[in-house]
């Protein structure tokens, strides 16, 4: 089997996130390749906001506080595993849509997710790894989650 050249990996910030990253980091140093850390900022506007176009300046306030934040905790997250190097991306939006569409632009060749996070507890695959899993262009592996 050839080896892998670019690896994504999906952070969703939950509990499980460790036994991700660590999992990520043995399957590149093996491919001796580098890893690139996505999170995908889940946000829509408030109900009462939806379809007002006057109040459209608010919400794209709180997208850009929340994508900072996300930047900042994924810089941390970064730092705790000594991956400061690696590449650290965040979008807003929907996560499998974001990972899987940013994994076929930038040509990865493996995407490493949770078997499940935050959606997915007392399932066999959370509901955003099952959607990367149908939308992704390359291979996927679901790190099995030990509860
Ligand atoms: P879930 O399907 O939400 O239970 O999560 C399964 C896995 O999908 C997590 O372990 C992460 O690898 C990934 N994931 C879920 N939500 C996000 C997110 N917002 N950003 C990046 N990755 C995510």
Not at 4 to 20: C, H, P, R
Not at 22 to 38: C, G, Q, V
Not at 68 to 90: D, M, N, R, T
Request: net charge negative.
């Amino acid at each position: 089997m050839s080896g892998y050249n670019n690896i994504l990996v999906a952070i969703d910030f939950s509990e499980t996130t460790g036994q991700v990253i660590e999992r990520a980091m043995e399957i590149s140093s093996r491919y001796d390749t580098n890893l690139t850390l996505m999170h995908v900022v889940e946000y829509s506007p408030p109900m009462e906001f939806a379809g007002d176009l006057g109040m459209t300046s608010d919400w794209t306030i709180d997208e850009n506080d929340l994508i900072k934040g996300s930047k900042k905790s994924l810089q941390k997250f970064a730092e705790k595993y000594k991956l400061s190097s690696s590449p650290q991306i965040v979008h807003l939006g929907t996560p499998k849509y974001e990972i899987t569409q940013y994994a076929e632009e930038g040509s990865y060749d493996l995407i490493i997710v949770g078997s499940h996070g935050r959606h997915g507890l007392g399932r066999l695959l959370g509901s955003t790894a099952d959607g990367i899993l149908h939308h992704a262009h390359c291979d996927v592996l679901a790190v099995r989650i030990k509860e």
